[in-house]
């Protein structure tokens, strides 16, 4: 059974920094497309980032030049680096995992097969 489990949530100020961490159980992560959505209260989940097998990478306009996904395949772990946060990043982090090589979904949430329970990042401004 492949389950997700995120940390590195919390509390920080503006401007500030996060990394938050998504460790894969259950299988390898090598060939999968790994995302990170995010979900603020009363909105609908949204696409933040995404990594493909090959390392190729894709990011939300809103989040482009602050936030660096990255992927440790030997530790099946993906990180969300976050810098220079902003209140309206507050949110829900969710990772997910699309367990085919497909590119083309990675900013749909119907594209992920495997969703985590999701970690709270709260930025004060």
């Known amino acids: 059974q492949v389950q997700l489990m995120e940390s590195g949530g919390g509390l920080v100020q503006a401007g500030g920094s996060l990394r938050v961490s998504c460790v894969v159980s259950g299988r390898p992560l090598r060939l999968s497309t790994m995302g990170w959505f995010r979900q603020a209260p009363g909105k609908e989940r949204e696409f933040v980032t995404a990594?493909?097998?090959?390392?190729?990478?894709d990011y939300a306009d809103s989040v482009k030049g602050r936030f660096t996904i990255s992927r440790d395949n030997a530790k099946n772990t993906v990180y969300l680096q976050m810098n220079n946060l902003k209140a309206e990043d507050t949110a829900v982090y969710y990772c997910?995992?699309?367990?085919?090589?497909?590119?083309?979904?990675?900013?749909?949430?119907?594209?992920?097969?495997?969703w985590g329970q999701g970690t709270q990042v709260t930025v004060s401004s």
């Open positions: 997910a995992a699309d367990t085919s090589t497909r590119w083309n979904t990675r900013r749909t949430v119907n594209g992920y097969d495997y």
């Open positions: 990594i493909s097998w090959s390392t190729t990478t």
